[in-house]
């Protein structure tokens, strides 16, 4: 097991208590800082206010002396700055991601491998002081070799010394390359000697060929690991070199390692591609009808049109006007991307330019005034401009104008948006936002909001998102009259804003990441990624669906960007974040068994879903809509789980135990309710505890277990059984049936509710290291299927187990569902989704998770080549088999640096 040793503030043990639990549940121990910890020790550094403070009031030589023992140093930040030198680290900043996701990252890190700040800072030291000719002394062979592996680093690749250590290393490689040729004469004829050698062995014996095809496959597989280790420590830091590592890596080997890493670099980043910039660029426009996409320069009063993202440049258009202060402006296509509009400054001076033909157009008399603030178009002909309190459509060629929103005498309007299908604008002021109808121009809504300088309006005029002059970003819910107004801040800072679809929202940062948000449920990022180095990322979207990025890091990035059909849509009980499922005892129970969102299938298109704490959901694969004509609500201290055909549910409490029947007229979860007092084992999400639980197909019995009990309830006859026995044994599934209650452990045991206990059959052996069970289905006590902690998919049928099929190492799998027919099996892990033919042992589909995103079950259809699916957060969505994501791609080439940096150069010896 591994464990992390955690330096934190008394004052913050409370607040970090989550993270310890959160550190539990990924099969960590967590502890203080040892004098003398072990050479793989990992350390977390929490950063907090009480920690700023100690640090302000005694300075940083004690964090100094408590991390100079610890190669791996992980700082994890409730705060915005971390101290030098830690903010070259890679901080995990905990408002910006859940709990259980740092707890992912961290102990990713601390499984493969983390920067080593002690060594760095050393030898950063030594280089400073040769380069200064303070020291002429330089680095040694055997030194070398180690320092290789330290210029790959995270702290390596954002030190600003970066430079000057290359420059120290190159010196001493040279040094030692001219006291190598001193015996290059005797060295080369020995190499020739023995060259000659080893063709000659390799010629007459076949056990030679063998043993060098063993050892090229031992390197093959060397460079794979190597590369998957360093593809782990830049997750979160670099957007591009985690998926060009593990390009490299799987043309390597195919490793158990390669595969895992895969599957948490893909589960950590968007598909995308990344053209180089030969200037640095600040902002990004895109037409929405045309491929053409407009990218404004940082340093110069520039901006160059293309036909399509990294295509071939139409022409550079000059927004700079007379002899004033110069830069500050941007421009913007028009939706066809016909006419480009800019600005130098808001306000400012205001040019129009025809795109193909690359000249100004001639401005109409009275155009423009001095007054005027670009906010983009309106339509192909029409200039969306405000003037003071008037927003103003303004044919770019005629200068006709037509008033779209007068707002109050002596305001000014700052920003204003329209809503994609053309209906709603939202308008900003200094002290609030108007919801305004788009063809008349009354106002429909209203909310006091101070200072919002950008806006993104939904499709229902219901409500915007907002960035203030301070950067933080808000969600405005605007008032229509029913009195429900409110200006929600979301604890982050934002550069820009962007709608995906009528779900979900695409945020930039400064510093280079980018989130997905749902603002209408939740102000939790749904997922969060590294977009770009660094800088304010600039967000556009593309007429192909895709999003477009920039920030200082001279990159262009466009990115498949995940939208409902990937994220689910919302039930009535719109988005449910992880931490609802947060016990009372401070527990974020990582799912497994009836401990998750579970979906089934009841009948022709109709899938009862729970959605934890306590709610239950149906939903018509059809339409993909609620059909619930009653809610279900079981309660937020209750475990609530179906049965396996979809035709019961279950709640499971302290107090009483209560079952339930669907039925299809009137489409309801909450008939023909029976329920018994108490439950006979404090459960997982009611009580903190490692219960779980499952409700037989005729509904007459719950059955649940933990650790050291399996029992039942009876509904019928209200009866409570149980049996505990005296060896602890983790269960991972039950199994409930007419009068009996059964639990699959993760030792490889077969518990029964009469006392019995089983080993499982061979001849797979089961129960221990990567053949411990991580997940189970039990069709009945004599056909059950697992997934094994080390991605093994087993079937036991007629007293004997099989390997079926394996999904990869380091997959974290939790559940197991399998087709009516037997011939599919679909696998929920952290890491994803995989699908796979359970008669040829072979995978239909591979789909990485999205941060919370997390597919927690899934349901097959009738002729099982579809799935209905339900995620972490509570979203619900089907998915074809055939449709599966595409396979890894890497975003760029390496750079010429990045082969050097990372020892790319080398082909894999099977081909």
Same mark, same amino acid.
């Given at each position: 097991m591994i464990r992390i040793d955690v330096l934190h503030r008394p004052e913050d043990a409370d607040r970090i208590q989550p993270l310890l639990t959160a550190f539990g549940a990924e099969g960590v121990r967590t502890g203080a800082p040892r004098a003398e910890p072990p050479p793989d020790a990992a350390l977390v550094v929490v950063f907090s206010e009480a920690m700023a403070d100690e640090v302000e009031r005694t300075g940083k030589d004690f964090l100094t002396e408590a991390t100079s023992r610890y190669r791996t140093v992980v700082p994890m930040a409730y705060v915005p700055d971390v101290p030098e030198p830690f903010d070259q680290l890679n901080p995990c900043y905990l408002r910006r991601v859940t709990v259980s996701d740092a707890a992912k990252r961290v102990t990713a890190i601390a499984r493969y491998g983390g920067a080593d700040i002690v060594e760095w800072a050393r030898l950063v030291d030594q280089a400073s002081k040769w380069r200064t000719a303070e020291s002429t002394a330089l680095l040694n062979e055997s030194a070398l070799s180690a320092t290789r592996g330290l210029l790959r680093s995270v702290p390596a690749r954002s030190s600003p010394h970066l430079e000057t250590v290359r420059a120290f290393v190159a010196a001493s490689s040279s040094a030692v390359a001219r006291r190598r040729r001193r015996t290059g004469a005797v060295l080369a004829v020995t190499i020739v000697a023995l060259a000659a050698l080893v063709t000659f062995a390799t010629v007459q014996t076949v056990g030679a060929r063998r043993a060098q095809s063993a050892a090229d496959r031992a390197a093959d597989a060397a460079t794979a690991d190597r590369l998957s280790r360093v593809a782990v420590e830049l997750i979160g830091s670099d957007p591009d070199l985690p998926s060009i590592l593990v390009g490299r890596a799987q043309q390597h080997a195919a490793t158990d390692a390669v595969?895992?890493?895969?599957?948490?670099?893909?589960?950590?980043?968007?598909?995308?591609?990344?053209?180089? $910039? /030969? &200037?640095?660029?600040?902002?990004?426009?895109?037409?929405? %009808?045309?491929?053409?996409?407009?990218?404004?320069?940082?340093?110069? !009063?520039?901006?160059?049109?293309?036909?399509?993202?990294?295509?071939? @440049?139409?022409?550079?258009?000059?927004?700079?006007?007379?002899?004033?202060?110069?830069?500050?402006?941007?421009?913007? $296509?028009?939706?066809?991307?016909?006419?480009?509009? !800019?600005?130098?400054?808001?306000?400012?001076?205001?040019?129009?330019?025809?795109?193909?033909? #690359?000249?100004?157009?001639?401005?109409?008399?009275?155009?423009?005034? /001095?007054?005027?603030?670009?906010?983009?178009?309106?339509?192909?002909?029409?200039?969306?401009?405000?003037?003071?309190? %008037?927003?103003?459509?303004?044919?770019? #060629?005629?200068?006709?104008?037509?008033?779209?929103?007068?707002?109050?005498?002596?305001?000014?309007?700052?920003?204003?948006? #329209?809503?994609?299908?053309?209906?709603?604008?939202?308008?900003?002021?200094?002290?609030?936002?108007?919801?305004?109808?788009?063809?008349?121009?009354?106002v429909t809504g209203t909310v006091d909001a101070h200072g919002i300088s950008k806006l993104q309006v939904n499709d229902d005029g219901t409500r915007a998102l907002g960035i203030a002059d301070d950067g933080n970003l808000w969600d405005l819910e605007l008032d229509d009259g029913s009195g429900k107004a409110g200006a929600t801040d979301f604890d982050a800072f934002a550069s820009s804003i962007l709608d995906v679809d009528s779900q979900y929202q695409l945020v930039g940062h400064p510093g280079g990441s980018i989130s997905l948000v749902a603002a209408e449920y939740t102000t939790d990022a749904i997922q969060q990624v590294r977009a770009h180095t660094a800088g304010r990322v600039q967000l556009a979207a593309l007429s192909t669906g895709q999003v477009a990025t920039v920030a200082v890091d001279q990159y262009l990035r466009i990115w498949d960007t995940p939208a409902s059909a990937r994220l689910g849509v919302p039930t009535g009980m719109g988005i449910v974040s992880s931490s609802a499922r947060m016990t009372s005892h401070l527990v974020e129970t990582s799912p497994l068994g009836s401990a998750r969102n579970q979906i089934r299938h009841a009948v022709a298109?109709?899938?009862? !879903?729970?959605?934890?704490?306590? &709610?239950?959901?149906?939903? /018509?694969?059809?339409?993909?809509?609620?059909?619930?004509?009653?809610?279900?609500?079981?309660?937020? /201290?209750?475990?609530?789980?179906? %049965?396996?055909?979809?035709?019961?549910?279950?709640?499971?409490?302290?107090? #009483?135990?209560?079952?339930?029947?669907?039925?299809?007229?009137?489409?309801?979860?909450? @008939? @023909?309710?029976?329920?018994?007092?108490?439950?006979?084992?404090?459960?997982?999400?009611?009580?903190?505890?490692?219960?779980?639980?499952?409700? %037989?197909?005729?509904?007459?019995?719950?059955?649940v277990a933990d650790s050291l009990t399996v029992g039942s309830v009876e509904i019928s006859s209200a009866t409570n059984r149980s049996h505990r026995f005296d060896v602890e044994r983790a269960p991972v599934a039950v199994f409930a049936a007419a009068g009996e209650a059964s639990a699959v452990t993760a030792d490889g045991y077969l518990r029964t509710l009469t006392g019995a206990e089983y080993e499982l059959a061979g001849p797979v052996d089961l129960g221990a290291g990567a053949m411990t069970i991580a997940a189970a289905e039990v069709i009945d006590l004599g056909h059950m299927y697992f997934v094994t902690a080390g991605g093994d998919i087993v079937a036991l049928r007629s007293g004997r187990t099989r390997i079926v099929a394996n999904i990869g190492a380091e997959a974290a799998p939790f559940a197991l569902r399998v087709s009516s027919s037997g011939e599919r099996i679909a696998v929920m892990t952290e890491r994803g989704i995989v699908v796979v033919d359970a008669q040829r042992g072979t995978e239909l589909l591979r789909e990485p998770s999205l941060g919370s995103v997390m597919v927690t079950d899934a349901a097959f259809t009738e002729d099982a080549r579809g799935l209905m699916l339900v995620t972490g957060i509570g979203t619900v969505r089907k998915l074809e088999l055939g449709s599966s994501v595409a396979s890894h791609r890497s975003p760029r080439e390496a750079t010429a640096a990045e082969v050097s940096v990372f020892d790319l150069g080398g082909e894999p010896h099977h081909g």
């Amino acid at each position: 097991m591994i464990r992390i040793d955690v330096l934190h503030r008394p004052e913050d043990a409370d607040r970090i208590q989550p993270l310890l639990t959160a550190f539990g549940a990924e099969g960590v121990r967590t502890g203080a800082p040892r004098a003398e910890p072990p050479p793989d020790a990992a350390l977390v550094v929490v950063f907090s206010e009480a920690m700023a403070d100690e640090v302000e009031r005694t300075g940083k030589d004690f964090l100094t002396e408590a991390t100079s023992r610890y190669r791996t140093v992980v700082p994890m930040a409730y705060v915005p700055d971390v101290p030098e030198p830690f903010d070259q680290l890679n901080p995990c900043y905990l408002r910006r991601v859940t709990v259980s996701d740092a707890a992912k990252r961290v102990t990713a890190i601390a499984r493969y491998g983390g920067a080593d700040i002690v060594e760095w800072a050393r030898l950063v030291d030594q280089a400073s002081k040769w380069r200064t000719a303070e020291s002429t002394a330089l680095l040694n062979e055997s030194a070398l070799s180690a320092t290789r592996g330290l210029l790959r680093s995270v702290p390596a690749r954002s030190s600003p010394h970066l430079e000057t250590v290359r420059a120290f290393v190159a010196a001493s490689s040279s040094a030692v390359a001219r006291r190598r040729r001193r015996t290059g004469a005797v060295l080369a004829v020995t190499i020739v000697a023995l060259a000659a050698l080893v063709t000659f062995a390799t010629v007459q014996t076949v056990g030679a060929r063998r043993a060098q095809s063993a050892a090229d496959r031992a390197a093959d597989a060397a460079t794979a690991d190597r590369l998957s280790r360093v593809a782990v420590e830049l997750i979160g830091s670099d957007p591009d070199l985690p998926s060009i590592l593990v390009g490299r890596a799987q043309q390597h080997a195919a490793t158990d390692a390669v595969r895992g890493v895969a599957a948490a670099v893909a589960a950590q980043t968007w598909p995308h591609t990344a053209v180089r $910039l /030969d &200037y640095l660029p600040r902002a990004v426009s895109a037409a929405q %009808s045309s491929t053409r996409i407009a990218i404004t320069a940082y340093d110069q !009063t520039a901006i160059r049109v293309y036909d399509a993202p990294g295509g071939n @440049e139409i022409g550079v258009f000059d927004y700079h006007e007379g002899s004033g202060e110069l830069g500050g402006g941007f421009g913007e $296509l028009s939706p066809d991307g016909e006419l480009l509009v !800019t600005t130098e400054r808001l306000p400012g001076p205001i040019k129009v330019f025809d795109v193909a033909a #690359r000249e100004q157009l001639t401005q109409p008399t009275g155009w423009r005034t /001095d007054h005027d603030r670009l906010l983009g178009w309106w339509d192909n002909d029409e200039v969306l401009l405000a003037r003071n309190s %008037s927003l103003l459509r303004i044919d770019a #060629r005629t200068g006709a104008s037509v008033e779209a929103f007068a707002a109050p005498p002596g305001t000014v309007i700052e920003a204003a948006d #329209r809503s994609r299908n053309g209906r709603h604008l939202a308008v900003a002021t200094q002290e609030s936002v108007f919801l305004v109808d788009a063809q008349t121009g009354a106002v429909t809504g209203t909310v006091d909001a101070h200072g919002i300088s950008k806006l993104q309006v939904n499709d229902d005029g219901t409500r915007a998102l907002g960035i203030a002059d301070d950067g933080n970003l808000w969600d405005l819910e605007l008032d229509d009259g029913s009195g429900k107004a409110g200006a929600t801040d979301f604890d982050a800072f934002a550069s820009s804003i962007l709608d995906v679809d009528s779900q979900y929202q695409l945020v930039g940062h400064p510093g280079g990441s980018i989130s997905l948000v749902a603002a209408e449920y939740t102000t939790d990022a749904i997922q969060q990624v590294r977009a770009h180095t660094a800088g304010r990322v600039q967000l556009a979207a593309l007429s192909t669906g895709q999003v477009a990025t920039v920030a200082v890091d001279q990159y262009l990035r466009i990115w498949d960007t995940p939208a409902s059909a990937r994220l689910g849509v919302p039930t009535g009980m719109g988005i449910v974040s992880s931490s609802a499922r947060m016990t009372s005892h401070l527990v974020e129970t990582s799912p497994l068994g009836s401990a998750r969102n579970q979906i089934r299938h009841a009948v022709a298109g109709l899938y009862p !879903t729970t959605i934890l704490p306590g &709610y239950a959901r149906l939903v /018509d694969r059809a339409t993909m809509a609620d059909v619930s004509t009653k809610p279900y609500f079981g309660g937020l /201290d209750t475990d609530v789980f179906l %049965s396996d055909n979809g035709r019961y549910i279950a709640t499971v409490g302290t107090k #009483r135990t209560r079952v339930c029947a669907f039925v299809e007229q009137p489409r309801s979860l909450s @008939e @023909e309710c029976k329920q018994a007092k108490g439950g006979p084992i404090p459960m997982a999400i009611g009580a903190g505890k490692r219960g779980i639980g499952d409700l %037989s197909d005729d509904g007459s019995i719950v059955g649940v277990a933990d650790s050291l009990t399996v029992g039942s309830v009876e509904i019928s006859s209200a009866t409570n059984r149980s049996h505990r026995f005296d060896v602890e044994r983790a269960p991972v599934a039950v199994f409930a049936a007419a009068g009996e209650a059964s639990a699959v452990t993760a030792d490889g045991y077969l518990r029964t509710l009469t006392g019995a206990e089983y080993e499982l059959a061979g001849p797979v052996d089961l129960g221990a290291g990567a053949m411990t069970i991580a997940a189970a289905e039990v069709i009945d006590l004599g056909h059950m299927y697992f997934v094994t902690a080390g991605g093994d998919i087993v079937a036991l049928r007629s007293g004997r187990t099989r390997i079926v099929a394996n999904i990869g190492a380091e997959a974290a799998p939790f559940a197991l569902r399998v087709s009516s027919s037997g011939e599919r099996i679909a696998v929920m892990t952290e890491r994803g989704i995989v699908v796979v033919d359970a008669q040829r042992g072979t995978e239909l589909l591979r789909e990485p998770s999205l941060g919370s995103v997390m597919v927690t079950d899934a349901a097959f259809t009738e002729d099982a080549r579809g799935l209905m699916l339900v995620t972490g957060i509570g979203t619900v969505r089907k998915l074809e088999l055939g449709s599966s994501v595409a396979s890894h791609r890497s975003p760029r080439e390496a750079t010429a640096a990045e082969v050097s940096v990372f020892d790319l150069g080398g082909e894999p010896h099977h081909g």
